[in-house]
């Protein structure tokens, strides 16, 4: 369990995402994050990584990693689609619901 607040998260989380920014760039790519819910860390990849085959491990060993080493190793990172930004908190409250099950 990560033993901090979601509020308190948020200002690591951005900063973390802006050492990731750059390198996503690079290729193309872009990264939104869209909030913090329950310890998870909810962002949109953008530009070139929207379809690209290799996003699922830029979000994972990119990403996630980053987030991992500079906040806490539990910390997780969800993608959510870009025509699905403005459904990111009912996402989030669904998953929520099904950890509790």
Not at 2 to 16: G, H, N, R, Y
Not at 36 to 54: D, I, P, T
């Amino acid at each position: 369990m990560i033993p901090f607040s979601d509020e308190d998260l948020l200002p690591a989380v951005k900063k973390s995402i802006e050492k990731i920014r750059p390198m996503l760039a690079l290729d193309g790519g872009d990264i939104k994050l869209l909030g913090v819910k329950n310890g998870k860390v909810f962002v949109s990849l953008g530009g070139a990584c929207v379809g690209c085959a290799a996003s699922g491990n830029t979000l994972k060993y990119g990403v996630e990693r980053q987030l991992k080493i500079d906040i806490h190793p539990e910390i997780e990172v969800i993608n959510i689609a870009p025509d699905m930004i403005d459904k990111w908190e009912e996402i989030a409250q669904q998953l929520t619901k099904e950890e509790g099950k």
